[in-house]
Structure formats: C-alpha cells, structure tokens
T-cell receptor, first 108, second 112 residues
Framework: KNEVEQSPQNLTAQEGEFITINCSYS?????LHWLQQHPGGGIVSLFM???GKKKHGRLIATINIQEKHSSLHITASHPRDSAVYIC??????????FGQGTRLTINP | DGGITQSPKYLFRKEGQNVTLSCEQN?????MYWYRQDPGQGLRLIYY???????QKGDIAEGYSVSREKKESFPLTVTSAQKNPTAFYLC???????????FGPGTRLTVL
C-alpha cells in the first residue's frame, strides 16, 4: 500500500463546477504539499501546509492532522485548471513522498 | 530571473551509454533533488543533497550517480547499469528543512 493515496485518479468535470481532490497518508509528517503538473511536464508548488486551511485565488487546501487527510478544492473551475494534481508529504526534514496524482480535465 | 533549469528537454541515447543530465539553480538553495517519473506512477526520489559536497541515496539510486561540487549545480549521470533508464527526470531545489520545493522543467530521456 502506498504511503500517500489520492482519489480520484481521474476526474472530468464541466466548467464552473466545484472540484475536490482527496489525499490520505499513513505516516507521520511535518508538512503536506499540493503540486500542479502541466501537460508539458513542469511542476508548480500550489500549497505547503501543516495545519488548518490555506486559500489562493480559487484554490483552497485543507488538512486534518488527526485523520491524516487533506483536500484540494477548486471553485468555479476553468479549462485552464486541467492538469495533474499531486499530493506529497514531508516524512522527514527534506524528503518528499508523492501520491500518484489526480488527472483533472475541465471541459468548456 | 531566479529559477531552476534543466537541459536538454529531450535526450536520446543508445543502450549501454552513460548520459549526464544537467540541473542548475540560482535560488541560493542548499538542498537539491533528482526525481524520476514513469507513466501512472508518482515521482520517486533518486538522490538528494542537503549541502555542497554531500549527497544521499533516495529510494531508487541504483544505476545512477550524482555530484555536488557547487551549490548551484547537481548533475545526474544515468549509467549503463540502470536497467530501464527511459523516463522523465525532474530536478528540484529548496531551502533546508520541510520547505516548498521548486522544480525544473524536466528532461525526457529515451534510451534506444
């Protein structure tokens, strides 16, 4: 079993819909990251959080340390949000353990 | 502009040849990382370095080697001992500790 599990693996939605991607982990962590990978392969860091909730534009990330679970929400989704979203956790100070990613497709 | 660069974007090599992938950063980060990404799998850590002249094996180091002679550079050599080298390779850097990692654009290596 992977230490970081994401669901769903694939998600297709219509423009404007509210999107939720989930991440569960089975190890103790010091921080959790949400990353976005574009079709060309480049990866951008969206959030790093260790408790509570963070918001940036239409993106919201939450984490529940007791339940070892995090969610990434996208409000008013747009075709340009189409990408692979990756959850990763810091097990130690430096190393990241990655989920397999969620491929999101937003249709106009 | 501050950032992290990898070159080339696409690389083709014949089986049995060693190949070196370049990674350079001007973010003044102490820590640098090499990851491998295969279709349908999460990123896996090959090697990482927390400081100049020091590096540690990641989860899949066999068949790879690295050096960290300068703070801004962390080249990865894919040796002929790597059984299945065709993959997408990503380099990243960060400050020390559990911090945001900044990724390069990646190098797609194909071994023919």
């Amino acid at each position: 079993k992977n230490e970081v599990e994401q669901s769903p693996q694939n998600l297709t939605a219509q423009e404007g819909e509210f999107i939720t991607i989930n991440c569960s982990y089975s190890v103790g962590i010091s921080a959790l990251h949400w990353l976005q990978q574009h079709p060309g392969g480049g990866i951008v860091s969206l959030f790093m959080l260790s408790s509570g909730k963070k918001k940036h534009g239409r993106l919201i990330a939450t984490i529940n340390i007791q339940e070892k679970h995090s969610s990434l929400h996208i409000t008013a989704s747009h075709p340009r949000d189409s990408a692979v979203y990756i959850c990763a956790v810091n097990k130690g100070a430096q190393k990241l353990v990655f989920g397999q990613g969620t491929r999101l497709t937003i249709n106009p | 502009d501050g950032g992290i660069t990898q070159s080339p974007k696409y690389l083709f090599r014949k089986e049995g040849q060693n190949v070196t992938l370049s990674c350079e950063q001007n973010l003044n980060h102490d820590a640098m990382y090499w990851y491998r990404q295969d279709p349908g799998q999460g990123l896996r850590l090959i090697y990482y370095s927390q400081i100049v002249n020091d590096f540690q094996k990641g989860d899949i180091a066999e068949g790879y080697s690295v050096s960290r002679e300068k703070k801004e550079s962390f080249p990865l050599t894919v040796t002929s001992a790597q059984k299945n080298p065709t993959a997408f390779y990503l380099c990243a850097s960060s400050r020390q500790g559990p911090n945001e990692q900044f990724f390069g654009p990646g190098t797609r290596l194909t071994v023919l």
